[in-house]
């Protein structure tokens, strides 16, 4: 009988089925009654009707896809038009908009390092950063989390060598933010530059929502480079890298993830930018996030759940066991509210939890309602 080359994938299965690491698709339908806090959409803006139809707008008139990379017929003046007003918006002299938020961070730090180069991450950073890392062929040093003070010493111990300090602005694990000040002076004094994700920040954070560089004050300074994502708080799809001028033409040239990717959908880009003017008219929409998500965080604590104290939009929850929090997971979905669920290998410190993602939109009806179900369904211990 032939072997199928793929059998050792059965074995795999298994063990993920005993260690209660098994992923499934939920495919979920167009309306739910679900009150959904699993969710990046952070100001309530992928079903906006302005959103929606300048997404609309944007097919009729460029057409269902972009036609090919952003080099050849992929750049669309609706692109550019992005580009200007988000690199304004963020304080940046530039943006480069790239098909997701992890090509972005790919683009970066493959085209920002090269073999013989370090690169100083933070050990809570995202998925997409160490990828970046692996594929940067730089030397990349782990520091644990949030420690200033192991990346100066990291890059002490390298002095005159071309370096690159990488974290999130906001983590998305627990909603906790980077000491983003703190490490630009760093950097600066060692020259080194700072490259910041700031997909969780932006839309949340800095003045009526232009992200945590900004709020940090250094949005636009010397030797810092941000990359953010239209997918959370702008209701989209897609990624941007901000920056100089000078790096931004650089990516443009070397950056593969870039290069060799079809250009992001007219949809998302046009989604993105309504999203973008609407934030830009209506400041209170970030305040709203952040006021919603410490409410949450408040109410949560008051009855005796341990929860992060949240800096931005997201709300972490800590369960007892893996089992536990898959358990809560879907006992609160079958309560009609939708979490998140994090645990072990996504978490670095092995701690499982839920985590609840606020919205400006939600009603102080809905917040209630949502602290009422992860309490009602909380597991022992």
């Not at 950063?129 to 644990?144: F, N, Q």
């Not at 000078?246 to 870039?258: K, W």
């Not at 985590?355 to 400006?360: I, K, N």
Request: proline share 5%; with cysteine.
């Amino acid at each position: 009988m032939e072997q199928d080359p793929f059998d050792w994938t059965d074995g795999e299965a298994r063990g993920r089925a005993a260690s209660g690491l098994v992923r499934t698709l939920r495919p979920r339908p167009a309306d739910s009654a679900v009150l959904d806090l699993a969710s990046n959409d952070y100001l309530g803006l992928a079903r906006h009707p302005v959103i929606t139809g300048a997404a609309a707008g944007a097919a009729r008139r460029w057409g269902a896809g972009s036609t090919g990379s952003r080099l050849v017929t992929g750049s669309t003046e609706l692109h550019a038009e992005l580009e200007r007003e988000l690199a304004e918006f963020c304080g940046f002299e530039a943006a480069l908009v790239l098909s997701s938020g992890y090509a972005a961070n790919l683009a970066a730090l493959t085209a920002l390092t090269a073999p013989g180069s370090l690169i100083v991450s933070d050990a809570g950073n995202h998925a997409s950063i160490i990828d970046g890392c692996r594929l940067s062929r730089a030397e990349t040093a782990v520091v644990p989390h949030a420690s200033t003070a192991a990346v100066r010493k990291t890059l002490e111990a390298h002095p005159g060598r071309r370096a690159l300090v990488v974290s999130d602005a906001v983590f998305s694990v627990d909603g906790d933010a980077a000491p983003l000040r703190e490490l630009a002076e760093i950097c600066r004094t060692r020259n080194a530059a700072l490259l910041v994700d700031d997909a969780h920040g932006l839309g949340v954070l800095g003045a009526g929502g232009r992200g945590a560089p900004d709020a940090a004050g250094i949005a636009g300074a010397s030797g810092v480079v941000a990359t953010v994502t239209l997918s959370k708080s702008l209701g989209s799809q897609g990624g941007a890298i901000l920056g100089s001028a000078r790096v931004i033409d650089h990516l443009v040239n070397t950056a593969r993830t870039f290069i060799f990717d079809t250009g992001l959908a007219p949809a998302a880009v046009g989604a993105a930018l309504a999203s973008l003017r609407l934030l830009r008219g209506d400041p209170c929409l970030a305040e709203r996030a952040g006021t919603v998500a410490r409410t949450l965080h408040r109410r949560l604590t008051e009855e005796g759940l341990t929860a992060v104290r949240p800096d931005a939009a997201v709300v972490s929850v800590q369960a007892p066991s893996p089992e536990a929090a898959v358990r809560w997971a879907a006992d609160c979905r079958a309560a009609g509210l939708a979490v998140g669920c994090f645990r072990p290998p996504s978490v670095p410190d092995g701690i499982s939890r839920i985590r609840l993602t606020a919205r400006a939109d939600l009603t102080d009806q809905q917040i209630g309602a949502a602290v009422r179900t992860v309490v009602a369904t909380a597991p022992a211990g």
